[in-house]
Nanobody, 124 residues
Framework: QVQLVESGGGLVQAGGSLRLSCAAS????????MGWFRQAPGKEREFVTA????????YYADSVKGRFIISKDNAKNTVYLQMNSLKSEDTAVYYC?????????????????WGQGTQVTVSS
């Protein structure tokens, strides 16, 4: 049974930083593309960032480019999302996702496992 458990969400002022963690069990993340999606109230779930399976390439939504950084620690089987210069529009539930294999995508359907989500609230 694969489980992804996010942590690190919370309330932060605009301009501040948070680091989300996603600890995996039941799947060795070094062999899979990973990513983060988010869903704000009343909006559809949207792509935030993805990391290639070997960690060599990263991909970001335009709205977070230059502010967010995705990374992976294979020894800890954990993926991270460092979020800097947070804005009120970053307020959302953030979900860690694992792809079915090495291919990443902006689309939801290549990801077969999702975490339970962690709330990030940015106050202005």
């Amino acid at each position: 049974q694969v489980q992804l458990v996010e942590s690190g969400g919370g309330l932060v002022q605009a301009g501040g930083s948070l680091r989300l963690s996603c600890a995996a069990s039941g799947r060795t993340l070094r062999w899979y593309a990973m990513g983060w999606f988010r869903q704000a109230p009343g909006k559809e779930r949207e792509f935030v960032t993805a990391l290639s399976w070997n960690g060599d390439s990263t991909y970001y939504a335009d709205s977070v480019k230059g502010r967010f950084i995705i990374s992976k620690d294979n020894a800890k089987n954990t993926v991270y999302l460092q979020m800097n210069s947070l804005k009120s529009e970053d307020t959302a539930v953030y979900y860690c996702v694992s792809a079915r294999g090495r291919t990443w995508s902006y689309s939801l359907d290549v990801y077969d496992y999702w975490g339970q989500g962690t709330q990030v609230t940015v106050s202005s």
